[in-house]
């Protein structure tokens, strides 16, 4: 029988505090929301492991939950405060949502699947969580009607970030992504709107899983 308490906190010590997550309300929010609950049943032994979880294999391309070290950096990166509005690109089962929902005032977590939104609704209800609207529709597409947002986070590797997501972050909003090629090589990017511009700056190097519809298109070749 895993001890699901001591392995939290055996991921928050030693997966996310060494990779300069310093932040409390991170911290503390990885502490407290097991993740146990947003992964398949025969991987709940392994929903600890420093690595991604697959929680559906249908479609293109597979789905998972984020490997928490990539993650924390990228929710720190992200500078929540109590007060902000933000919007959770790619949210699968909801496990994202549920640490987004203990640091802002309310998200909106979307996925273009509907059973890994149905699955989020019923993990999050399950925790109590009540200040997560879990909406479905085209990821590139973000979720227009609940803009603007202070933060839009992506959860995985893009290769371009569309325009409808920058006209849905307001003044002092930030867009978090993972931009590179396949999720390769990548570089984990903080988007801040001001005075009516957009602005980007890279933090840091990772590798996560790519996000599926914001790949470049194909360049024709003679």
Do not use: W
């Amino acid at each position: 029988m895993v001890d699901f308490a001591k392995a939290r906190t055996t991921m928050v010590d030693c997966q996310i505090r060494t990779v300069d997550v310093t932040e409390y309300d991170v911290l503390d929010a990885f502490a407290a929301v097991p993740r146990e609950i947003f992964v398949p049943d025969h991987l709940k032994p392994l929903a600890y492991i420093d690595e991604d979880t697959l929680v559906s294999g249908a479609g293109a391309t597979p789905r998972y939950v984020m490997e928490p070290g990539p993650l924390a950096k990228l929710v720190q990166l992200a500078g929540i405060l109590p007060t902000d509005r933000v919007l959770d690109i790619g949210s699968t089962t909801g496990y994202s949502a549920a640490i987004l929902s203990r640091l802002a005032a309310s998200v909106v977590a979307l996925d273009s699947d509907e059973s890994l939104a149905a699955k989020s609704r019923e993990n999050l209800a399950a925790l109590g969580v009540s200040n997560v609207d879990v909406v479905v529709g085209a990821l590139t597409e973000g979720h227009a009607a609940k803009a603007p947002y202070d933060v839009i986070l992506l959860e995985g590797a893009v290769d371009v970030i569309p325009p409808a997501l920058f006209d849905q972050i307001g003044e002092g909003g930030r867009i978090i992504a993972v931009v590179g090629a396949n999720g390769l090589a990548a570089k984990a990017m903080i988007y801040t709107r001001s005075g009516g511009s957009v602005s980007g700056r890279p933090a840091f190097n990772t590798s996560v899983r790519p996000l599926p519809g914001f790949q470049k298109p194909k360049a024709f070749v003679f």
